[in-house]
């Protein structure tokens, strides 16, 4: 494929019509793989960008059923994507001396069947999910067309850029569980400066907030509830009830989240127990998620919810067990004279912006923003302003198209700013 045949709507309307949720990028990674892989980048992928542990990922079967569904294939070796290493980081060095630069995007996608009402772009343009059990129904399918765009700019301009840019294609931000293993992996050591940014979010069409905040630390978990079964109405008193226990452990969760030192959050989303109506249920899941303004908030509403797990198993007589699904620290500008000094420099190239907008939300990326300032560089997350039409993760979720040349713009001519500092 040939990058320069595309357009940025193009490649989005391409994109949007195959969502993958995390782990599940194999058409998405190969996509981004195959426009890449001639034009001047050196490209990493499978397990070189991932560390030793993922966290969230599908079942065995889950995956499988997925890929054989596909058949793809590729002139190069396809086997750790379709392992659920996925996502891309693509490297290019101009050879002329100046600082590294990294942007990050991520891939994936939502468990939502897209909406087929008339009314909704995708479905009249025709580029509506092919995916019936998944949709790019929070802007990363704009996200991807971004990076890629971004990656036809450096070549255009390859002549008069300095340093190294590193693009990271990243999977599996929903739940949060892919920076994490890509940061273990080292795909941003060395980084002098990472730039981040999501579609809409708040800021409104064509305004571009620079330096984004209020980014929640946050886990999720999967408690697992095991007790006895016994016949309903014969010998009950021979059942421990898995299902009582997940219910009252729900009830009781959400009595957790009073602190002074922040605002925190918490979120039951998923119980499922049981498997007849005539049977005591002996078995439960849970998939919960905790946030806190900062790290010390999360942290402690995350001792307080493992007591009601303790608990609630000690008051039932059931046994229980917690994985880990997925998780991201907090992150706190730590140099508002650096946000402000981009967004100078932005205002005079002729953008409208606003800084220091609040994220209100988590976002994995704060694994790399952090590792990326721990290591003495400079971190910087944008929200592009466009108009949105239904919430993020809704069935009618969609974007304003041309918040992606807008975006692509903006890091440019951030990049542009960083090389000469």
Not at 215 to 232: L, N, R
Not at 310 to 315: D, F, M, Q, V, Y
Request: glycine share 10%; net charge negative; hydrophobic share 35%.
């Amino acid at each position: 494929m040939d990058l320069k045949c595309k357009n940025v709507i193009d490649l989005r309307r391409e994109f949007h019509q195959i969502p993958e949720p995390g782990w599940l990028e194999f058409q998405t990674t190969v996509k981004i793989i195959d426009y890449l892989k001639d034009s001047g980048f050196d490209l990493k992928y499978g397990k070189k960008i991932h560390g030793s542990q993922r966290m969230g990922l599908p079942t065995a079967e889950e995956s499988q059923k997925y890929k054989d569904s596909l058949n793809l294939t590729a002139d190069y070796d396809l086997s750790e994507i379709l392992q659920g290493y996925t996502g891309v980081v693509a490297t290019f060095d101009t050879k002329r001396e100046g600082p590294t630069i990294a942007l990050r995007f991520d891939i994936d996608a939502l468990f939502i069947e897209e909406s087929g009402e008339a009314d909704h772009l995708p479905q009249k343009e025709g580029f509506r999910s092919k995916n019936k059990s998944a949709m790019h129904a929070c802007g990363h399918d704009g996200h991807i067309s971004i990076g890629l765009n971004f990656a036809k700019w450096i070549m255009e301009n390859k002549d008069r850029l300095k340093g190294k840019y590193t693009l990271i294609f990243q999977p599996a931000e929903e739940g949060v569980r892919g920076a994490k293993s890509m940061v273990e992996a080292g795909v941003v050591d060395g980084v002098d400066y990472l730039l981040a940014g999501h579609i809409g979010l708040g800021s409104g069409q064509g305004v571009l907030s620079v330096g984004s905040q209020g980014f929640f630390a946050t886990t999720k978990m999967d408690i697992y509830f095991e007790g006895v079964p016994a016949h309903a109405a014969a010998n009950p008193e021979h059942g421990r009830n898995a299902l009582l226990a997940a219910a009252s452990c729900a009830l009781n969760l959400y009595t957790l989240t009073q602190f002074s030192a922040g605002m925190s959050r918490l979120n039951v989303g998923i119980l499922r127990a049981g498997s007849s109506r005539n049977i005591i249920a002996n078995h439960a899941m849970m998939q919960i998620e905790t946030r806190g303004e900062n790290q010390e908030v999360n942290e402690m509403l995350m001792e307080r919810v493992q007591k009601v797990i303790e608990g609630t198993a000690l008051s039932f007589d059931v046994d229980y067990r917690v994985e880990l699904a997925g998780g991201a620290p907090s992150y706190t500008i730590k140099d508002p004279d650096f946000i402000q000094a981009v967004s100078t420099a932005l205002s005079e190239r002729g953008f409208t912006t606003k800084s220091n907008n609040k994220l209100g939300g988590s976002e994995d990326v704060t694994y790399m923003m952090n590792e990326v300032e721990n290591n003495g560089g400079k971190a910087i997350h944008f929200m592009f302003g466009t108009q949105i039409k239904g919430q993020p993760h809704h069935y009618k979720y969609d974007f304003g198209e041309e918040v992606l040349d807008f975006a692509t713009r903006a890091l440019a001519e951030t990049a542009l700013y960083l090389s000469d500092l």
